[in-house]
């Protein structure tokens, strides 16, 4: 949840692409099912983050 992001020092937008404050690195990530969540990688820029998000999601059929 919101609450224990912001502890660990994560921010997210809710876009699929999140900043880990503890790697100082944006990550990337999709949610396929409710609860269930890919993660994607570690890149250094939000743009890098939300291009390989996008990269990754194209590659599946009927995603989101």
């Known amino acids: 949840n919101t609450q224990h992001a912001v502890r660990k020092g994560i921010a997210c937008k809710g876009d699929g692409v999140t900043f880990a404050k503890h790697a100082g690195k944006w990550v990337a990530h999709y949610s396929p099912k409710p609860n269930k969540r890919t ?3 570690y890149f250094d820029t939000e ?3 939300k291009d390989a998000r996008d990269k990754a999601l194209r590659k599946l059929p009927n995603i989101l």
Do not use: P
Request: proline letters at 0%; hydrophobic letters at 35%.
């Open 39 to 41: 993660h994607i990688g």
């Open 47 to 49: 743009q890098e983050a």
